[in-house]
């Protein structure tokens, strides 16, 4: 038995390989289709994907072969990474690299073989596309089935490069979620007179949640926006503008002047085609009582629900977000309001509005209206939330960016109290 030289670019082979991390992961559908497609093409009862490791070949998918690697030293596929083409072996008893190898004296029998190798794109053979029989084949193959063979080479590199491409982009948004996260934490979100859901359709969102307390009055100020878009086109925007909010919270000034500078931020650093629709909700605490402030521009209606369930709409008005320069922003409806005594109140991302209930119907802004006017009180987050997950279950592929918010005013006024 002659066992396979190793190529003189071996290690960078293997660095190339190893790159993949595709070595002893579970079965793939992708990489399943291509072996039952060479199957029936060739009319074979064995086949393998293999990936050419250091001591060992490992079969990334197979037919006909019950292990899932052997050792490299008596593979064939080792021969076709070391010469980097094609073999032919029409029948094994006959060919003396071969007659006495483990693989054709034992189990699986091979008498017949051929196999194309798997080429980067920067010219490493990594792996190898292969057939093999139990019977030979004194003709071997035609040019148009190793044609054939080598075109699926092909896509199974392609298929290795998606992967790997995947892999990179998944690691990469992973690391940007937690920067987004870490930008827009804040201890007021924690609050028991604050409850949040927040479902992105994608790993990053566009969708935002922001609140702090002013320095100079001590009022809480809660930011719910919504990029245009989402995934990570829509979510660059976030880190930036966190900080923005923060530092103009920190340095007490006033939410209208915030809304101005968030805007003339905004409007410097998007893109044209890019903007916000958001929301500022100011709560204080004034000798008369918990005071509310609103802003809304393209949010759906703010809802303010008492405890006999009764709703007060505060609908959008302003302009979006990085749309105009402007240092002076008009806060329409900016207005400050005595909430009625045990009242909530609710925002949310358009992604609420337009979840689909079981139905297929749209649930709309009086859907949601009516989901938390019928629930009591300390129920009607919940509510809303399980219509959320149930929309969820039942339109996996039609769910947008979706941020839920409730403010309870009892709980916050004794935070408001502690100054």
């Given at each position: 038995?002659?066992?396979?030289?190793?190529?003189?670019?071996?290690?960078?082979?293997?660095?190339?390989?190893?790159?993949?991390?595709?070595?002893?992961?579970?079965?793939?559908?992708?990489?399943?289709?291509?072996?039952?497609?060479?199957?029936?093409?060739?009319?074979?009862?064995?086949?393998?994907?293999?990936?050419?490791?250091?001591?060992?070949?490992?079969?990334?998918?197979?037919?006909?072969?019950?292990?899932?690697?052997?050792?490299?030293?008596?593979?064939?596929?080792?021969?076709?990474?070391?010469?980097?083409?094609?073999?032919?072996?029409?029948?094994?008893?006959?060919?003396?690299?071969?007659?006495?190898?483990?693989?054709?004296?034992?189990?699986?029998?091979?008498?017949?073989?051929?196999?194309?190798?798997?080429?980067?794109?920067?010219?490493?053979?990594?792996?190898?596309?292969?057939?093999?029989?139990?019977?030979?084949?004194?003709?071997?193959?035609?040019?148009?089935?190793?044609?054939?063979?080598?075109?699926?080479?092909?896509?199974?590199?392609?298929?290795?490069?998606?992967?790997?491409?995947?892999?990179?982009?998944?690691?990469?948004?992973?690391?940007?979620?937690?920067?987004?996260?870490?930008?827009?934490?804040?201890?007021?979100?924690?609050?028991?007179?604050?409850?949040?859901?927040?479902?992105?359709?994608?790993?990053?969102?566009?969708?935002?949640?922001?609140?702090?307390?002013?320095?100079?009055?001590?009022?809480?100020?809660?930011?719910?926006?919504?990029?245009?878009?989402?995934?990570?086109?829509?979510?660059?925007?976030?880190?930036?503008?966190?900080?923005?909010?923060?530092?103009?919270i920190e340095l007490g000034v006033g939410s209208e002047q915030i809304l101005g500078r968030l805007n003339d931020h905004l409007h410097k650093h998007l893109p044209p085609d890019m903007f916000l629709t958001a929301a500022l909700i100011e709560v204080s605490l004034r000798d008369d009582g918990i005071h509310l402030a609103i802003w809304n521009a393209g949010l759906p209606s703010i809802l303010l629900i008492s405890a006999q369930g009764q709703a007060t709409h505060f609908a959008s008005e302003g302009l979006p977000l990085g749309?105009?320069?402007?240092?002076?922003?008009?806060?329409?409806?900016?207005?400050?309001?005595?909430?009625?005594?045990?009242?909530?109140?609710?925002?949310?991302?358009?992604?609420?509005?337009?979840?689909?209930?079981?139905?297929?119907?749209?649930?709309?802004?009086?859907?949601?209206?009516?989901?938390?006017?019928?629930?009591?009180?300390?129920?009607?987050?919940?509510?809303?939330?399980?219509?959320?997950?149930?929309?969820?279950?039942?339109?996996?592929?039609?769910?947008?960016?979706?941020?839920?918010?409730?403010?309870?005013?009892?709980?916050?006024?004794?935070?408001?109290?502690?100054?």
């Amino acid at each position: 038995m002659l066992q396979a030289p190793l190529p003189n670019d071996e290690e960078r082979r293997l660095s190339a390989l190893y790159e993949y991390r595709i070595l002893d992961t579970p079965a793939e559908e992708a990489f399943d289709r291509v072996i039952r497609l060479v199957c029936r093409l060739f009319s074979v009862p064995m086949a393998t994907i293999t990936l050419v490791d250091r001591d060992r070949q490992w079969f990334k998918s197979s037919c006909g072969v019950d292990a899932c690697e052997t050792e490299r030293g008596i593979s064939f596929c080792g021969h076709v990474v070391f010469q980097g083409a094609p073999l032919i072996v029409p029948d094994t008893h006959e060919d003396p690299r071969f007659a006495d190898n483990p693989l054709v004296t034992g189990p699986p029998h091979v008498r017949f073989y051929a196999g194309v190798p798997l080429t980067t794109y920067d010219g490493l053979h990594i792996g190898v596309l292969c057939v093999q029989d139990k019977q030979p084949r004194p003709q071997g193959i035609s040019a148009d089935e190793l044609a054939n063979l080598t075109e699926l080479a092909a896509m199974t590199l392609d298929e290795l490069e998606l992967r790997k491409a995947k892999s990179q982009v998944d690691a990469e948004q992973e690391i940007a979620r937690r920067v987004i996260n870490c930008a827009t934490q804040n201890e007021v979100l924690g609050n028991p007179g604050v409850r949040h859901y927040y479902r992105p359709a994608e790993r990053l969102s566009g969708d935002l949640l922001l609140a702090g307390r002013r320095s100079s009055d001590g009022a809480l100020l809660f930011l719910l926006g919504d990029f245009t878009g989402h995934g990570i086109g829509a979510a660059v925007g976030v880190p930036a503008l966190a900080g923005k909010f923060y530092d103009q919270i920190e340095l007490g000034v006033g939410s209208e002047q915030i809304l101005g500078r968030l805007n003339d931020h905004l409007h410097k650093h998007l893109p044209p085609d890019m903007f916000l629709t958001a929301a500022l909700i100011e709560v204080s605490l004034r000798d008369d009582g918990i005071h509310l402030a609103i802003w809304n521009a393209g949010l759906p209606s703010i809802l303010l629900i008492s405890a006999q369930g009764q709703a007060t709409h505060f609908a959008s008005e302003g302009l979006p977000l990085g749309i105009v320069s402007s240092t002076s922003i008009q806060a329409a409806g900016l207005e400050y309001h005595l909430p009625p005594a045990k009242s909530r109140l609710y925002a949310c991302s358009d992604g609420v509005v337009e979840s689909r209930t079981a139905d297929g119907s749209m649930l709309a802004i009086e859907g949601l209206e009516n989901t938390l006017c019928d629930s009591p009180s300390e129920a009607r987050f919940d509510a809303v939330v399980k219509l959320m997950e149930d929309a969820r279950e039942h339109n996996s592929r039609d769910i947008d960016d979706i941020t839920f918010l409730e403010l309870d005013f009892d709980n916050l006024s004794a935070m408001l109290s502690q100054q």
